[in-house]
């Protein structure tokens, strides 16, 4: 064994570490420190980098183990392994504190030699925002982050709109020192020009018609802090000087004061726009572009980092599920995600999952209960989506009965690889004459309303139905003997 091997703690309540096993963790660099119980874990976690545990029917172990790494001077990175076929369990082993999870039979030597690094970091704000780290180029981009933000420099968060920028500059703040001070954003895309810099700034009463009391402006509460400005290339051209001012002498003056206030706040500004060319363009100021720049942080499109989709996918159906109990994925409805492209990012995403609990009557979410943005799905097959499908999708072409592979639970969790193919729901191709037009223009309402809708309650009051009526419309469209109109599921002919 080579000197440098590390010494891991393997904590495995389903089965002995095996010999085979153990030869590749060694031969990856690793020393595995078998223990029984929670008590040997911790005893031995001060003197490792990483202690690994497999749990079995539910994740208290590692929310155990969290708890009392809490107390040590070191805490080591908390290793989860799941079984390929326990989705579910490995979100919960995330939300309840792991740092990485990996499948249970996974022994590669290019996994284990991997440094680990946070999958899923929790927000210190709430349990509700957990950020999903799971994809290599997304951890990449988190340890990056958490680097920077171990300094004051102003950072530039850049993208595609919805994929999280918001979120990233959270992260950076809440892996900050200023985490425990005020977190305050601003996007500078929806107020009106007259009104940002009293926003920004601040005023006193009677500064300008309408200030009947002075306000304390975004920099006073970013005060210790950070402050967000997002779609900072949105700002209008003539605030942009006084912006500048700010960031340079870090103090202000009220409108309507003579009083100079000084301010401590780190600056987390974002766009979707290249600022380069708005500076070409004399939209944005140059000099404000290298001063809020001095770090840039891209944020890749989500379909650039696969990785995520699915836990991101899980943890929206618990955001959703208004405490109760979220339905699963199943593997088609898993496969159907990660095959879509999606333009929307994480933004499309939530959307999406949102719907599918609107349209799930059961404990899992098939994959034709996934409804796609309107923009992102013009090449789908059939009535809703258009008449051409991409590459990317299967189109159904022919009924299929409800059941069968696709109610199985979803196999593989982020590790999850292969080919994969969508099937939205779709149109017949056949002509049955008027009694099909008019089911399929009732289809065509029930899908938009729930498109337009956050709850099966409000899909009916905007149809102008019970809810039950509802219900029963929708068990009509996914039984193709029943309504003679859609085809759902796999194992079409």
């Known amino acids: 064994m080579s000197e440098q091997s590390a010494s891991i703690v393997w904590f495995d309540l389903v089965e002995r570490l095996g010999e085979i096993e153990r030869e590749r963790l060694i031969e990856a660099g690793l020393r595995p420190l078998p223990v029984r119980n929670i008590a040997e874990a911790v005893t031995l976690a001060p003197s490792v980098d990483r202690v690994v545990v497999r749990p079995v029917d539910d994740t208290a172990v590692i929310a155990e183990l969290r708890k009392r790494f809490a107390q040590l001077g070191k805490r080591p990175a908390l290793?989860?392994?799941?079984?390929r076929?326990?989705?579910?369990?490995a979100v919960q082993a995330m939300r309840d504190g792991a740092d990485n999870v990996i499948a249970a039979d996974d022994f590669s030597t290019a996994t284990w030699k991997q440094r680990p690094r946070a999958a899923v970091m929790p927000s210190t704000e709430s349990r509700e925002k957990t950020y999903v780290f799971t994809d290599p180029n997304s951890q990449t981009l988190l340890a990056l982050a958490q680097r920077v933000a171990r300094s004051d420099i102003s950072v530039l968060v850049s993208g595609p709109t919805g994929v999280?920028?918001?979120?990233m500059a959270r992260v950076l703040h809440e892996s900050s020192p200023r985490s425990k001070a005020p977190f305050v954003a601003l996007n500078c895309a929806t107020l009106p020009e007259s009104l940002i810099e009293s926003i920004l700034f601040g005023h006193e009463k009677g500064s300008f018609t309408g200030a009947a009391q002075s306000r304390v402006g975004l920099f006073e509460q970013a005060n210790g802090g950070t402050l967000f400005l997002d779609e900072i290339g949105e700002m209008p051209y003539p605030l942009q000087s006084k912006l500048l001012r700010v960031l340079q002498e870090r103090e202000l003056t009220r409108l309507g004061s003579n009083h100079t206030v000084k301010l401590d706040f780190r600056l987390v500004a974002a766009t979707n726009r290249d600022l380069r060319a708005g500076i070409a363009a004399r939209e944005f100021r140059e000099d404000l572009y290298f001063r809020v720049s001095a770090f840039r942080l891209a944020i890749p499109a989500l379909a650039d980092r696969p990785g995520d989709i699915l836990p991101l996918a899980a943890l929206f159906l618990v955001k959703h599920s208004n405490g109760a109990q979220p339905p699963l994925l199943s593997r088609p409805a898993g496969e159907a995600l990660l095959a879509y492209r999606w333009p929307g990012n994480v933004r499309e995403l939530e959307n999406v999952m949102q719907r599918a609990l609107v349209l799930c009557t059961g404990g899992l979410v098939e994959s034709e209960h996934l409804v796609f943005?309107?923009?992102?799905?013009d090449g789908f097959a059939g009535g809703l989506y258009g008449a051409e499908a991409p590459a990317m999708v299967q189109p159904v072409s022919a009924y299929s009965p409800m059941g069968g592979a696709g109610a199985a639970p979803m196999r593989g969790h982020s590790m999850m690889g292969g080919d994969a193919h969508a099937h939205p729901l779709s149109m017949p191709a056949s002509d049955e004459g008027l009694q099909s037009s008019v089911r399929a223009t009732e289809y065509q309402a029930i899908m938009n309303a729930i498109r337009g809708s956050t709850s099966r309650n409000e899909a009916a009051a905007r149809l102008g139905i019970s809810p039950?009526?509802?219900r029963y419309k929708l068990a009509r469209l996914r039984?193709?003997?029943g309504s003679g109109m859609v085809a759902l599921g796999e194992g079409v002919a």
């Open 85 to 89: 076929d326990r989705f579910e369990l």
């Open 373 to 377: 943005d309107d923009l992102a799905t």
């Open 479 to 481: 039984d193709p003997m």
């Open 79 to 83: 290793i989860a392994r799941i079984d």
């Open 164 to 167: 999280g920028k918001e979120v």
């Open 468 to 470: 039950r009526t509802l």
